[in-house]
C-alpha cells in the first residue's frame, strides 16, 4: 500500500537548503522545524484512508443497547417485540 510521500519528501529537502542557507545555526534550526512540521501535515500520516463500506460494522442499538453486526433474523425479532 503506497501512498503518495512525495510533499513531505519535497518539505524536508526544501527545509535542509533553506536551514543550510540560513545567516545564523539558530535561524537554521528553526527553518528546519518548521518545514519537518510542515511535512509532518502533508504526509499521508496526518490523513489516514477512509474505511471503505465492505470493512465497516453495523452496529445497531436496540433500548439502549448497542448491537454489533446483528443476525437479520434475531433484529426483525427484537423490532416486532
Not at 512540521?37 to 470493512?55: Q, Y
Amino acid at each position: 500500500m503506497l501512498r503518495n510521500w512525495w510533499m513531505a519528501g519535497l518539505m524536508v529537502v526544501v527545509g535542509v537548503l533553506a536551514a543550510r542557507s540560513a545567516a545564523t545555526p539558530v535561524v537554521g534550526v528553526v527553518e528546519l522545524l518548521v518545514f519537518a512540521v510542515l511535512a509532518v501535515l502533508f504526509s499521508p500520516l496526518a490523513f489516514p484512508r477512509s474505511l471503505p463500506a465492505a470493512e465497516t460494522v453495523p452496529t445497531v442499538v436496540l433500548r439502549d443497547e448497542a448491537v454489533v453486526n446483528p443476525e437479520p433474523a434475531w433484529l426483525r425479532d427484537r423490532l416486532r417485540s
